[in-house]
């Protein structure tokens, strides 16, 4: 039976302290203390995970951004091709009107 006026753990708790209770308690330690060693590591593996697809999307934004860069080049080109293309046409139809 427990003792409220006891000062130490088997005092209050009893003398079947050390037997029932410490056991019980010290497994659910041990057993808090692994699931939060599991959860430790699996933090650890999706932090890594977590890097290398930042890593992958930082390359994917860099190759579209060159990509585009060549687009625009491109695109620049056709149409000073359209604008040199239509410059002449008129240069023709003026200079043989």
């Given at each position: 039976?427990?003792?409220?006026?006891?000062?130490?753990?088997?005092?209050?708790?009893?003398?079947?302290?050390?037997?029932?209770?410490?056991p019980?308690?010290?497994?659910?330690?041990?057993?808090?203390?692994?699931?939060?060693?599991?959860?430790?590591?699996?933090?650890?593996?999706?932090?890594?995970?977590?890097?290398?697809?930042?890593?992958?999307?930082?390359?994917?934004?860099?190759?579209?951004s060159?990509?585009?860069?060549?687009?625009?080049?491109?695109?620049?080109?056709e149409?000073?091709?359209?604008?040199?293309?239509?410059?002449?046409?008129y240069?023709?139809?003026?200079?043989?009107?």
């Amino acid at each position: 039976m427990p003792n409220a006026n006891g000062s130490t753990a088997s005092e209050i708790m009893g003398l079947d302290y050390k037997t029932t209770i410490k056991p019980g308690l010290e497994s659910f330690a041990a057993a808090v203390k692994g699931s939060s060693m599991a959860k430790l590591e699996e933090l650890i593996l999706l932090q890594k995970q977590s890097s290398e697809l930042a890593a992958k999307i930082e390359g994917k934004r860099n190759r579209t951004s060159t990509l585009q860069s060549h687009i625009d080049e491109v695109s620049s080109l056709e149409l000073c091709l359209y604008s040199l293309g239509c410059n002449l046409c008129y240069a023709f139809v003026v200079y043989y009107a």
